[in-house]
């Protein structure tokens, strides 16, 4: 058991490690400032595909696909290598498809796209319930998250007192932290109704981040509809379990002259929505963010690969990388803490007691 663990914990160092070596072998074709932002934008974006890195000259991809599931006068389930990457059209049933920039419309059988005034596809697309890079990460990080936590609550269902051993170690301090950093000083004596919240968005996002930083190449919490579904969660549990006070101190703050009453009611009001939106800005923007940087550093040394010899290139090209790597770990956690301070925050605000009610 114990030399299992090691090995396991030296595959993770490994496979965090090779990371950045692994992007700068995967743009090392690159050679223009067009391909650097083309091949940047491919990084940041959700695929049908994981693509661990690829050869221009031959066209060649390395990786491994992902499952098709559509529903088009019926169900339809095929591996998404049938693309080629864009390449072929896919026929199912009679119906054609083809993979376009990323989604899959609807086409004939010579993958015909047709566009509008703006220059947009106006090919129709099939209800897409694909397992995509980002839905495989989430899938990933939830087993992960069920199987840590379990873990532990067994720990502690031995006894109380137990010391957590293996992964429950690491969460022991972290669930702590979450308690006493967040949930008790923003929100009170009802902290525990909300800490199954708070530590599932802390740790699903703590997660993503790391997994983001892998080879595979994940950038879930980079993705401005992941971020969006979170920000709405807490909107919800923030204003149902509001109470009374919350919302007279937004719709008639109290001890107010009535045309300020008046005047700032709408402000209030707005404030309730630029909250969970800043929310899922805030983390969408940081985390994609930081893959831009990390493809830019990598990006602009080889472009000056003449100036500084391939050597030089490579060499300064993996410095800056695995110190930009570093501050993303940093900014991994940073990211979550934010989110769950936040919520916290907001939900305290929402269900806390004003002593002129009582």
Request: glycine share 4%.
């Given at each position: 058991m114990v030399s299992l663990k090691r090995a396991i914990l030296l595959f993770t160092v490994i496979f965090f490690t090779v990371n950045p070596?692994?992007?700068?072998?995967?743009?090392?074709?690159?050679s223009t400032p067009e391909e650097i932002t083309a091949y940047s934008q491919h990084h940041v974006k959700d695929d049908y595909y994981f693509s661990l890195f690829s050869h221009k000259a031959s066209g060649k991809h390395y990786g491994f696909a992902l499952p098709v599931i559509l529903i088009d006068n019926g169900l339809k389930v095929f591996s998404s290598a049938e693309f080629h990457h864009g390449e072929a059209i896919v026929e199912k049933d009679g119906q054609f498809y083809k993979l376009y920039h990323g989604k899959i419309?609807?086409?004939d059988v010579a993958g015909t796209i047709t566009y509008d005034e703006k220059g947009h596809p106006t090919n129709a697309k099939p209800w897409d319930f694909s397992i995509t890079k980002n839905v495989a990460g989430l899938i990933i990080a939830t087993i992960l998250l069920f199987w840590a936590f379990l873990s532990l609550a067994t720990t502690y269902k031995k006894s109380v007192n137990a010391i957590p051993t293996g992964i429950g170690r690491i969460l022991e301090p972290l669930i702590i932290y979450v308690r006493d950093e967040m949930a008790r000083p923003n929100i009170g004596h009802r902290y525990k109704e909300f800490m199954p919240y708070l530590l599932s968005v802390f740790f699903l996002i703590f997660l993503l981040n790391l997994m983001g930083l892998t080879p595979i190449g994940?950038?879930?919490?980079?993705?401005?509809?992941?971020?969006f579904g979170l920000a709405i969660v807490t909107?919800?549990?923030?204003?149902?379990?509001?109470?009374k006070a919350y919302w007279k101190h937004i719709f008639w703050m109290p001890g107010v002259p009535v045309p300020f009453k008046i005047l700032l009611a709408p402000i209030e009001l707005l404030g309730i929505f630029t909250k969970p939106f800043s929310l899922m800005l805030r983390l969408f923007a940081n985390m994609t963010a930081g893959h831009f940087v990390i493809m830019g550093f990598i990006a602009v040394i080889y472009l000056f690969q003449s100036q500084l010899t391939l050597g030089g290139s490579i060499g300064i090209s993996m410095l800056l990388t695995l110190i930009i790597f570093v501050l993303k770990l940093l900014v991994s956690f940073l990211q979550a803490f934010i989110f769950t301070m936040l919520s916290s925050l907001f939900i305290g605000m929402a269900v806390e007691e004003h002593p002129e009610h009582h």
């Open positions: 070596f692994t992007v700068r072998a995967q743009a090392s074709e690159i419309y609807k086409t994940f950038n879930v919490t980079g993705n401005i509809t992941v971020t909107f919800l549990i923030t204003n149902i379990k509001a109470n």
